[in-house]
C-alpha cells in the first residue's frame, strides 16, 4: 500500500497581475470546465497510480481561488472522495483575495468543505496596495477577514513588508494592525523583486539588508502570534497542517498546469508536475537535501532519518550551536541561522 499523500490543487487564473507577481498565473476568464476536466483526469491518473490511499490535507493554492465556481469546487473535492480516502482529512485551505469572495460565496465553499481560508491581505495601507498593483482596498480585505473569522473555519492572512522605504515603524504598525483584528494565523513575506514582472524593471531602491533584518526580528518582538516557519505565524493549534506536512518531508500530488508534487511510490521518489501529468525519479539524496531545505526554515526543524545523516558535515554543526543545533533526532536553526538560512545549509551539507 502507497502512503498518504496530501493533495495541492493549483488555479492559475487571476483578475490581472500584481507588479511583483512571478507566481504561474494569468490574468484571462478561464475556461472552468475545461480546468475541471482537466484535474478530474489528474486525479483519476493518480488514483490508478496510488490507490485509495489517505488524503490527509488538500489545498488550493494559485493564481486566485476564490474565483472558482463553487460548483465547479464541490465536483473536484467529490471526485477526490471517490478515488481517495477522506476520513482523516484534516484541513482544506482555499487560498482567496479580498473582493473576489463575499459571504454568500464563502459560506457555500464551506459547505463544500472548505475548514480554512488564506486571504491575500498584503498591507492594510491603500497607496502601499495600488504601488503592489493590488486591485482591493484596505477595507475590502478587513471586511472579507472580519467575516471570515465568525464562522467555523480557520483564516489566515498574507502580508508583504521590505517595500521601498519601509522601516521598522512599518513592521510595528503591521503586527499592531494584526493583533487588534486577531488573527489567528499570518504569513509575513519579505518583498523580493523577480525579474520579468514590473517591479523587475523598475529599478526600486529597496532596504538594505541591516534594515530588512530588523524589520524581521520586529515581527517576532511585535506579533502575538509565535514564529513556527520563517514567514509563518500562528496561535497554538492554528498552523496551517498541509504545510506543516510538507515541510516535513510528507509526499504530495500537485494538480492542475503549475502545480508541483513529490510523490512517493513503491519506495521511490518522483518529482512531479501537474497539468500535462510528467514524473521523474528522483533519488534519496536529492529528496533529503529537499526535506532539510524546507525543515530547518521550521522552528521545530528536521528528523535526522538516515537520507538525511548522511548528507550533514557534522563537524561543522558541531562547531556552530549559534546557528544550528541537534537535540535529539532533530536538528534545527537557531534565531541566528534562520537569518542567514541559505547560507547555513549550503555548509551543513557534508
Ligand atoms: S493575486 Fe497573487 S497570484 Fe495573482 S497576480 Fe497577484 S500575487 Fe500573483
Known amino acids: 500500500m502507497n502512503p498518504a499523500h496530501n493533495i495541492y490543487i493549483h488555479v492559475p487564473y487571476c483578475i490581472s497581475k500584481c507588479n511583483y507577481c512571478a507566481f504561474f498565473s494569468r490574468a484571462i476568464s478561464p475556461d472552468w470546465e475545461s480546468y475541471e476536466s482537466q484535474v478530474l483526469s489528474e486525479i483519476d491518473f493518480w488514483h490508478n497510480k496510488l ?10 493554492g494559485g493564481g486566485t481561488p476564490s474565483l472558482m465556481p463553487v460548483d465547479i469546487f464541490d465536483k473536484i473535492i467529490k471526485h477526490i472522495a471517490t478515488k481517495f480516502d477522506l476520513s482523516e482529512c484534516a484541513e482544506i485551505t482555499l487560498e482567496s483575495n479580498p473582493g473576489t469572495l ?14 480554512r481560508l488564506s486571504v491575500g491581505v498584503q498591507s492594510f495601507d491603500d497607496d502601499e496596495l495600488k504601488f503592489l498593483g493590488r486591485r482591493h482596498d484596505a477595507t475590502t480585505a478587513i471586511k472579507l477577514l472580519d467575516g471570515a473569522m465568525k464562522k467555523n473555519i480557520r483564516v489566515s492572512a498574507d502580508f508583504i513588508y521590505g517595500l521601498p522605504n519601509h522601516n521598522v515603524e512599518n513592521i510595528i504598525r503591521l503586527c499592531d494592525q494584526i493583533n487588534k483584528i486577531g488573527l489567528q494565523h499570518a504569513s509575513l513575506y519579505e518583498l523580493t523583486i523577480e525579474k520579468n514582472t514590473p517591479f523587475g524593471r523598475m529599478n526600486l531602491k529597496m532596504p538594505d539588508n541591516n534594515i530588512m533584518a530588523d524589520m524581521y526580528l520586529a515581527i517576532q518582538d511585535n ?7 520563517v514567514s509563518n505565524y500562528a496561535a497554538a493549534g492554528h498552523t496551517c497542517q498541509h504545510n506543516e506536512n510538507i515541510w516535513a518531508g510528507a509526499p504530495y500530488i500537485g494538480l492542475g498546469f503549475g502545480a508541483r508534487g513529490r510523490i512517493f511510490m513503491e519506495n521511490q521518489w518522483f518529482e512531479q508536475s501537474g497539468g500535462d501529468i510528467q514524473f521523474d525519479a528522483i533519488d534519496n539524496k536529492t529528496r533529503a537535501i529537499e526535506k532539510l531545505m524546507t525543515g530547518l ?22 562547531s556552530h550551536n549559534a ?12 534565531d541566528a541561522g534562520i537569518l542567514i538560512l541559505d547560507d547555513l545549509l549550503v555548509d551543513i551539507l557534508g
Not at 485509495?52 to 488550493?60: A, E, H, L, N, V
Not at 463575499?102 to 475548514?115: R, Y
Request: glycine letters at 4%; charged letters at 35%; one cysteine or more.
Open 297 to 318: 526554515r521550521t522552528l521545530r526543524g528536521t528528523v535526522i532519518d538516515d537520507d538525511i545523516k548522511n548528507i550533514l558535515d557534522f563537524d561543522f554543526i558541531n
Open 223 to 229: 506579533l502575538k502570534l509565535p514564529r513556527y516557519e
Open 51 to 60: 490507490d485509495r490511499i489517505k488524503i490527509p490535507t488538500i489545498f488550493f
Open 323 to 334: 546557528l544550528v543545533k541537534i537535540d535529539g533526532n532533530r536538528i534545527y536553526a537557531t
Open 102 to 115: 463575499d459571504t454568500q460565496k464563502l459560506d457555500d465553499f464551506i459547505k463544500c468543505g472548505v475548514s
